[in-house]
C-alpha cells in the first residue's frame, strides 16, 4: 500500500454532457458577468459631489458680495507660488493618476470574480454558478468516495484544486476514484468553460 500523497491533474473533456444541445455561444465565447460597481460609483460621485458643491457655494457667496472662503484663498495662493517641481504637487499629481488608473481598471474589467459563467443552451438565457457553491459541491461529491475522510476544495476561473485525505485503502485507488467522481461533476454543472482538475490524495497528519 502506498504511503506517501498522490496526485492526479487532468482537463476534463469539451463535449457537452449526453443530452444537451451544441451550443455556438458557449466556452470559447461565454463572457464573464459584469459587476454594477456601486460602491466605487458612489464614493467617486460623493467626492465629487462634495467638491462641486463647495466650489459653487462659494463661488455664489462672492458673486453675493461675500469674501471668498478661507480654504479657496489658500488653495488658490499655492497654486499659484508652488512650482510643478514641489513635493506636494507630485504626491497630488500622483494620487491622481492612481485614481484615475484604479477607475480606467474598473471600467474596464468584468469583476464578479466568485461567479462562473455557465453554458448556454438557450439563446437570450445567462446563467451563473457561485464558486463557493461549486466547491461545495464537489466537495460532498468527494467525501461519497471510499476511504476519504476530509475534502478541501478550491474552484477558480481556470483551474478546480481538490485536496482529500483518505485514513483507509490504497492512495492510487482514492485518487483514481475521486478523480473520476469529480470529472463527471465538473461536466455536471455545466459551466460555459471548464477549469483544469487538480486532485491530491494524502494521508491524514499523525497525532
Known amino acids: 500500500m502506498s504511503g506517501g500523497p498522490v496526485s492526479l491533474e487532468k482537463t476534463p473533456p469539451e463535449n457537452l454532457p449526453e443530452g444537451s444541445a451544441p451550443d455556438p455561444a458557449g466556452a470559447v465565447h461565454a ?61 497630488g499629481a500622483v494620487v491622481a493618476v492612481l485614481a484615475g488608473l484604479w477607475l480606467i481598471a474598473l471600467a474596464l474589467t468584468p469583476g464578479l470574480r466568485g461567479v462562473l459563467p455557465m453554458r448556454r443552451d438557450e439563446p437570450g438565457v445567462r446563467a451563473g454558478l457561485d464558486r463557493r457553491a461549486a466547491a461545495l459541491v464537489l466537495r460532498d461529491r468527494a467525501m461519497e468516495v471510499p476511504g476519504v475522510q476530509s475534502v478541501r476544495a478550491e474552484v477558480g476561473r481556470r483551474r478546480i484544486r481538490v485536496r482529500a485525505q483518505s485514513h483507509f485503502r490504497d492512495l492510487d485507488d482514492v485518487r483514481r476514484d475521486v478523480g473520476a467522481a469529480l470529472a463527471e461533476s465538473v461536466r455536471e454543472l455545466g459551466l460555459a468553460r471548464q477549469p483544469r482538475l487538480s486532485v491530491h490524495v494524502s494521508r491524514p497528519a499523525k497525532k
Open 31 to 91: 463572457r464573464r458577468f459584469w459587476s454594477g460597481r456601486r460602491l466605487p460609483a458612489v464614493l467617486v460621485a460623493a467626492v465629487v459631489l462634495g467638491l462641486v458643491g463647495a466650489f459653487l457655494y462659494d463661488v455664489a457667496a462672492v458673486r453675493a458680495g461675500r469674501p471668498a472662503m478661507h480654504w479657496r484663498r489658500g488653495l488658490a495662493h499655492e497654486l499659484a507660488t508652488r512650482s510643478l517641481g514641489d513635493p506636494w504637487v507630485i504626491t
